[in-house]
């Protein structure tokens, strides 16, 4: 499943473009919206007065980049832990570690090494922000795509059951009553539950904003108020 595009809310657009372009993503502002390119996805943010809570978004970086992914994003970004740890290996059956650091609006962001996945090259794709000399190595020439799009729904069983008519089926484990991943190893829609907070930091609950996934569906399933996904 890939995940073309992912419209969000902001509570400001100025800290999202000073965020996205210290990881050397490609970045283009206009009045209302901010469009960054994360590898082969792109994410469009817009404006929000009043916005609560917190998105989440994972990366896909390449297989065996998981230790210099890391030093990059630590360079320009708070890496997130607890208990004194900061690296995590993925569910079972996810075959997968994760390391995850803070965004503007108090994003939960997270950079995921999938080693299902076959190994890729680290080469800038079209578009991404060049380096300046002097400057730490960013870290938009490791993001392949966006991995994860955490969604909070009223109804995790049924949001899930709303997805299996569309031909999207629960990831790795059976899905929870307030947990359930959606999706494959190229994509994936994390439902939660309004209350649930999010790993690792457990400080923040998942945003009711409205949220807009783009997996080339060709229709249009709404899971929530403002939940769209086509």
Do not use: N
Request: net charge negative; aromatic share 6%.
């Amino acid at each position: 499943m890939h995940i073309r595009q992912v419209q969000l809310a902001t509570r400001s657009l100025d800290d999202t473009v000073r965020f996205y372009e210290r990881l050397g993503c490609a970045v283009l502002a206009d009045d209302d919206s901010v469009r960054v390119t994360v590898g082969a996805s792109q994410l469009v943010f817009r404006e929000l007065d009043g916005m609560t809570g917190a998105h989440h978004l994972a990366f896909t970086i390449p297989t065996g980049t998981f230790a210099d992914a890391k030093r990059r994003v630590a360079e320009v970004a708070t890496v997130l832990g607890a208990d004194g740890v900061d690296e995590f290996e993925g569910p079972a059956g996810w075959d997968s570690r994760s390391v995850y650091f803070e965004g503007p609006d108090r994003q939960l962001l997270e950079l995921i090494e999938r080693r299902e996945l076959p190994d890729g090259d680290a080469a800038p794709a079209a578009g991404q922000a060049a380096p300046a000399d002097g400057h730490p190595a960013p870290l938009a020439p490791l993001l392949v795509s966006v991995s994860e799009v955490g969604i909070a729904v009223p109804d995790v069983p049924g949001a899930v059951e709303a997805l299996r008519q569309h031909g999207l089926d629960p990831y790795a484990d059976p899905p929870g009553p307030d947990f359930a991943p959606v999706g494959d190893v190229d994509g994936l829609l994390i439902l939660v539950s309004s209350g649930r907070q999010w790993f690792p930091t457990l400080d923040r609950a998942p945003s009711s904003a409205p949220v807009v996934v783009d997996l080339g569906l060709g229709t249009t399933v709404e899971l929530a108020e403002g939940v769209l996904l086509r």
